[in-house]
């Protein structure tokens, strides 16, 4: 197993799997639900994607895979860009509390 940090002695974590057919359904998703979210009568004129460096590596050759989808979605008229990112810490949706995260990905559309 490759870590990309270390765990304590004693603590408790939890492990998850996935196919890249489901991290890249799960990018659609993200992507459509960003658009469906965004403000009612704006137009978006820009897409910020950030994507967990995690998601490169298990993704391997289908990584550009994540862009197309993006270009897809968003059309050619609107200028994307992105990042990867390490350590991504956030809630997970019903829980109180965050927790380190990995193989995110997180659209951020910018309009008026």
């Known amino acids: 197993m490759i870590l990309a940090g270390s765990i ?13 057919d489901d991290i890249l359904a799960g990018t659609k998703a993200a992507l459509d639900r960003a658009s469906a979210e965004f403000a009612v009568g704006s137009r978006p004129e820009a897409a910020l994607i950030f994507s967990c460096a995690v998601r490169k590596v298990v993704l391997g050759s289908r990584t550009q895979v994540a862009a197309e989808l993006a270009r897809s979605v968003y059309g050619s008229s609107i200028p994307l860009a992105g990042l990867y990112c390490y350590g991504e810490i956030g809630p997970v949706r019903g829980g109180s509390t965050s927790r380190f995260l990995t193989e995110t990905f997180v659209t951020l559309l910018l309009g008026t």
């Open 8 to 20: 304590p002695v004693g603590a408790m974590v939890q492990l998850t799997t996935a196919d890249t």
